[in-house]
């Protein structure tokens, strides 16, 4: 069994950072998987908001392009989300997933304006 752990979410101002991380633990080759960071707010679509691939190549939401950065340390099995100039817009529950199969609880994220 697979668990992934998100955890760093939190209330901050507008304009703020945070820094997210997900661990991921059980029968899982961390490094095989390509791991990515969704967004989801009530009544709306979870979104993609930033993928990396095994190789390391990085995608992100069009939303998020130059605020956020995504990395991965896969000696740790951990991927992280890094979120700057957080924006009210931002607020959401983050899940991390492994593949797109795999998802963690989720961490609550507060931007105030």
Avoid at 9 to 16: D, E, I, N, P
Avoid at 79 to 99: F, G
Avoid at 100 to 106: M, P
């Amino acid at each position: 069994q697979v668990q992934l752990v998100e955890s760093g979410g939190g209330l901050v101002q507008a304009g703020g950072s945070l820094r997210l991380s997900c661990v991921a633990s059980g029968r899982i080759m961390f490094s095989a998987n390509a791991m990515y960071w969704y967004r989801q707010t009530p009544g709306k679509q979870r979104e993609l908001v930033a993928g990396i691939e095994r190789d390391h190549r990085i995608t992100y939401a069009d939303s998020v392009k130059g605020r956020f950065t995504i990395s991965r340390d896969n000696a740790k099995n951990t991927v992280y989300l890094q979120m700057n100039s957080l924006k009210a817009e931002d607020t959401a529950v983050y899940y991390c997933s492994a593949a797109s199969t795999i998802w963690g609880q989720g961490t609550q994220v507060t931007v105030s304006s």
